[in-house]
């Protein structure tokens, strides 16, 4: 798989892309990530790539060109399945877009800084807008190394357990059960009778007990979707 990301601030993804299980995975080869950095389409001795936005608002915008140049660029050398750009009001992550998008083979993500980016380019090139909230963040790098993470971390080979994903949080659509590890008893607390048995069956019916009642609990809107 190969995700290539366009940003105007590549060192805000240099450290989440180079270190834990998502680091490991492209080190095995497993997955390449390759960050672009927008300015090399900027003009001027500034490299600019941001402008005044039209209609009199505050902020700067991310202008048309160098954006179409790039993506155009990259485009011509590989074919896409989903060109993404990070937005707060695209559509909200979840397990089921992870799951989804590790079954690509080849991704772009947008980073969109200051107020955002020209809409034509979103119109017109973007296939997919994803945001990792209701909220506004300085610049999409952030939510685009949250979408490379959930992304890399089921491609097979990327975990040591490739098992281990399977129990992870909604991944069938609820929240996990309670993880407890050694030892047994500290300050008194102990760890549920039930996961020291050795027995299979039984430890399989608790966490499927549990994970109902903390979904029930915590996140009930799950429970009706």
């Not at 909230?133 to 975990?159: K, N, T």
């Not at 102990?190 to 007990?209: F, H, M, T, Y």
Request: charged share 25%; aromatic share 6%; hydrophobic share 40%.
């Amino acid at each position: 798989m190969r995700i290539d990301i366009v940003t105007v601030v590549p060192e805000l993804l240099e450290s989440p892309l180079s270190h834990s299980i998502v680091g490991r995975a492209i080190a095995k080869g497993i997955v390449e990530i390759h960050v672009h950095n927008l300015r090399k389409y900027g003009k001027g001795p500034r490299l600019q790539v941001d402008d005044y936005c039209y209609g009199g608002d505050a902020g700067m915008v991310l202008m048309v060109e160098p954006l179409y140049q790039m993506i155009t660029d990259l485009s011509a050398e590989r074919e896409y399945d989903e060109i993404i750009y990070m937005s707060p009001d695209g559509e909200v992550l979840n397990q089921g877009i992870a799951n989804e998008l590790s079954l690509k083979q080849n991704i772009m993500l947008i980073c969109g800084h200051y107020k955002g980016i020209d809409h034509r380019i979103r119109e017109h090139m973007v296939t997919r807008e994803i945001s990792v909230g209701d909220y506004v963040l300085s610049g999409g790098e952030i939510p685009a190394a949250i979408v490379a993470d959930s992304i890399v971390r089921l491609i097979p080979g990327a975990l040591t357990d490739e098992t281990s994903a399977l129990s992870d949080c909604f991944q069938d659509g609820m929240l996990s059960a309670p993880v407890y590890s050694r030892p047994a008893e500290f300050n008194g607390w102990k760890v549920p009778e039930v996961l020291l048995s050795g027995n299979p069956k039984l430890i399989r019916a608790w966490q499927d007990e549990q994970a109902v009642e903390r979904t029930r609990a915590l996140r009930p809107g799950l429970l009706d979707e």
